[in-house]
C-alpha cells in the first residue's frame, strides 16, 4: 500500500510506539499521590513539557484531551460571555469540530457566526473585519485547512480578533507534524492539535489555553479536577508519554521533513499534470507541504481512487460524515459540483519516499486514463490550473 492519507492519520513512529509500550508496562494513576502514581504524574509533565516547546508555550498553558475534536469544542463552546461579548465566528471552510459547535450555538444561542473565504479558501479579511466588532468573543480560523493544506494569514486575523477586544482560537492540527511554532508569533490566544496528526497516537490531543484568558474557560466534561479542573477524567499516560515524544521528534525532524516532503508533493503534482489534465485547489497561496488536492478533468474521484486500490487516498476529510454530499470546503471556495466529483486529496508524511511518489503517479494516471476512456500513451506536457490568477 501507499500511503497518502496523511490528513487522516499519520503513520505511527516506531520510537513513540515503544514510549507507549513502556509506559503501558507501568502501574500509577498520574492524579494519585502514592510513588507509582507521582511516576506517571512526572511522565505527564515531561510530555507537557515537550509539547509547550514546540509552540514557545509554557507548560501550564497546556491542556490534554482525548484529541483535537474535543479540543476545538472546549475553545468553542468552553468561553464565558459576558453581557457585552456574545458572538463566535468561525470561517466556512473549518473542520466540523469548529464548525458545528458555532453552528449549534446559532441555532441555539443565536450568537455563533460564519464568515466567507476566497476562491483559495483564505478567510475574507474584509468580510471579517466588517463581521468582527465589540459584541465578539471569538474568532476561530484553521492554521492549515485539512483538505487543501491551504494556510490562513493568521497574523493578519490576529490584528483584526485582537483590535475589537476578541480572541483569536486556531485549530492547528495539520501544522504540527513541520516543525516548531510560536503562538505569540501567529498571534493565537488558543490552539487546538491532535498527537496522531504529527506521528504520535490516536486518542489524545490538547489545547493550548493563553494564560491571561483561562480564568474565561469553563469545563465541558465533569467530574474531576485533572487539567486545573478544565478536563475531567483519569489522563490517558500512555498516549500523552507517546504525544510528548512526537513532539520532540517533530522539534527535531519537522522542518527537514517539511521541504524534502514539499519537492515530493510537487513532484507528484507534475507527474499527474503529465498524464491528464489537472487543476490544483489552492495552488497559489501558501499550503501545508504534504497536502495536494486535485481534479482531474472528466474523471470522478471516486472512480479513479477505486481503480487505483494500491493507493490509500480519500475525496476528502475523513471527518465530514459518510455519505454523498460534496466536500462543505470546496463548496464554500465556489468550487463547481462537477469539479469537486472529480476531486481526492492526496497527503503524504515524512516517510513517504520517491518510490511512492513515482509509483501512485503511475497508478492513478492510468485509472484515470481508463475512467476517461484512454489509453496510456507518452507522457504529456504538463497542464496544470491554478485557482487564483498567476502563480
Known amino acids: 500500500m501507499i500511503y497518502l492519507d496523511a490528513n487522516a492519520t499519520t503513520p505511527l513512529d516506531p520510537r513513540v510506539l515503544n ?11 498520574a492524579s494519585s499521590a502514592h510513588a507509582a502514581g507521582q511516576r506517571a504524574k512526572t511522565a505527564v509533565h515531561a510530555a507537557r513539557a515537550a509539547i509547550a ?24 463552546l468552553g468561553l464565558t460571555p459576558d453581557l457585552r461579548r456574545t458572538t463566535v465566528i468561525c470561517a466556512a471552510t473549518e473542520h466540523p469540530a469548529v464548525l458545528e459547535p458555532v453552528q449549534w450555538l446559532r441555532a441555539n444561542e443565536c450568537r455563533g457566526a460564519v ?49 475589537a477586544g476578541a480572541l483569536l482560537h486556531t485549530d492547528a492540527t495539520q501544522l504540527m507534524a513541520w516543525g516548531p511554532v510560536d503562538v505569540d508569533e501567529l498571534g493565537v490566544d488558543l490552539l487546538s492539535m491532535s498527537a496522531h496528526k504529527l506521528h504520535g497516537p490516536a486518542g489524545v490531543g490538547a489545547l493550548y489555553v493563553r494564560d491571561e484568558v483561562r480564568h474565561l ?9 485533572q487539567e486545573d479542573g478544565l478536563r475531567s477524567g483519569t489522563l490517558n499516560t500512555p498516549g500523552i508519554a507517546g504525544f510528548g515524544h512526537a513532539a520532540r521528534i517533530v522539534a527535531d525532524e519537522g522542518p527537514a521533513a517539511a521541504a524534502r516532503v514539499t519537492r515530493l508533493r510537487d513532484d507528484l503534482s507534475s507527474r499527474l499534470a503529465a498524464a491528464v489534465p489537472i487543476h490544483v485547489h489552492c495552488g497559489d497561496v501558501g499550503r501545508a507541504p504534504g497536502t495536494l488536492n486535485i481534479a482531474i478533468a472528466d474523471a470522478p474521484a471516486d472512480r479513479v481512487l477505486a481503480g487505483a486500490s494500491e493507493v490509500a487516498a480519500s475525496r476528502g476529510s475523513a471527518c465530514a460524515g459518510a455519505g454523498d454530499k460534496p466536500s462543505p470546503v470546496l463548496t464554500a471556495m465556489g468550487v463547481p459540483l462537477a469539479q469537486i466529483e472529480c476531486s481526492m486529496r492526496l497527503s503524504l508524511h515524512r516517510e513517504t519516499t520517491e518510490t511512492d511518489v513515482t509509483r501512485a503517479a503511475e497508478l492513478l494516471s ?8 484512454q489509453t496510456i500513451s507518452e507522457p504529456r506536457t504538463p497542464q496544470l490550473e491554478h485557482v487564483g490568477g498567476q502563480r
Open 366 to 373: 492510468a485509472s484515470a486514463l481508463r475512467v476517461r476512456g
Open 217 to 225: 474557560l469553563q469545563p465541558r466534561l465533569l467530574g474531576g479536577a
Open 53 to 76: 516547546d514546540l509552540i514557545a508555550a509554557d507548560p501550564r498553558e497546556i491542556v490534554f484531551t482525548a484529541g483535537a475534536t474535543e479540543a476545538d469544542n472546549l475553545a468553542v
Open 115 to 163: 464568515v466567507t473565504v476566497d476562491r483559495n479558501g483564505v478567510v475574507d479579511l474584509d468580510a471579517l473585519e466588517a463581521m468582527v466588532d465589540s459584541h465578539t468573543l471569538l474568532v476561530s480560523v484553521m492554521a492549515v485547512n485539512n483538505e487543501t493544506g491551504a494556510m490562513a494569514p493568521l497574523s493578519e486575523v490576529a490584528e483584526i480578533v485582537h483590535r
Open 19 to 29: 514510549t507507549i509500550v513502556d509506559e503501558l508496562q507501568q502501574l500509577g494513576n
